[in-house]
């Protein structure tokens, strides 16, 4: 069944509503650490969990949250309140619905593989994301070990590095990176993401080896994964850090903040625009347009330009 949609006056309702929960005595704060169904789990503590009901009309609560809750009758819990979040990181479903994936996130690390190969499209899709909400995002290139050469993987390191991407070779079987991978996620809030088959949940079991977590092989028939993580759970690590481990997916697009350009969420093209004739340059043909140039010049990379193009055509006609 679709969700119920809100009218302004509702919403401002639920906030204030909301807002004056936040602020009172009758309640305490927790962490939420997984989601499914109706009901939430939330930590009170390290250590403590609770399984919470869900007020009616708080919108989408997800991993990362911060969550007030109050205690009912027979030592029921409800989820009252959100806390305001530091970011959301949201996708458009193939519904053309909007789905919040997790808050209050300080690291995005994007999972390609050597095998289904990488997307540079959806990397990019990915960076967008990351850019707009303020998160720093780390590129991973997992099953290093299925190549018999590092120097540069589908030409990534050419393409990102100069951008400031961190960019991580990761093997689970021969343990290449997996130092490195570990120190990047100390003292950090992080979401490991991307699509179906890259080896998300190795990478996951690997760094939790006493969390049972469901790995699945590629198929054979079409080279892509089988979807073996249902929901997003947050696990504490050994040695500092959170990481939020998500759902494998067949794509990811992006939701796009209409108050921002959609040309912001490309670094060297929102450092390039600046010397665009029109502040309001959607570097398609316009004249005396400095990205354009930059791609003529081949200081603005062309596949990047043309997934710029790709996605700005997709925003148009949502």
Known sequence: MAKRRLSQQQKKRIEAAQSAYRHSDNHQQGLVVSHQGGRILVELEPGILIDCKIKSNLGSIVCGDKVAIEAGTNE????MAILPRENLLQRVDGFGQVRAVAANITQLLICLAVSPEPNLFLLDQYLLSAEQQGIEAVILINKIDLLPSTTDPFEIYSIYQPLGYDIICTSVETDQGMTE???????????????????????????????????????????????????SRLYHLTGGGEL????????????????????????EMLEASGGCRFHNCQHLDEPNCAVIDGVSKGKITASRYQNYLKMLSQEKSS
């Open 181 to 231: 991978f570990r120190q990047r996620l100390i003292g950090q809030l992080s979401v490991l993401s991307g699509v179906s088959g890259v080896g998300k949940s190795s990478l996951t079991s690997y760094l939790l080896p006493n969390e049972t977590i469901k790995i699945a092989n590629i198929s054979e028939a079409n080279e892509e994964g089988r979807h073996t993580t249902r929901t």
């Open 244 to 267: 939020i481990d998500t759902p494998g997916v067949r794509g990811f697009s992006p939701f796009v903040d209409g108050a921002r350009p959609l040309a912001h969420g490309f670094r």
């Open 76 to 79: 029921e819990h409800r989820v």
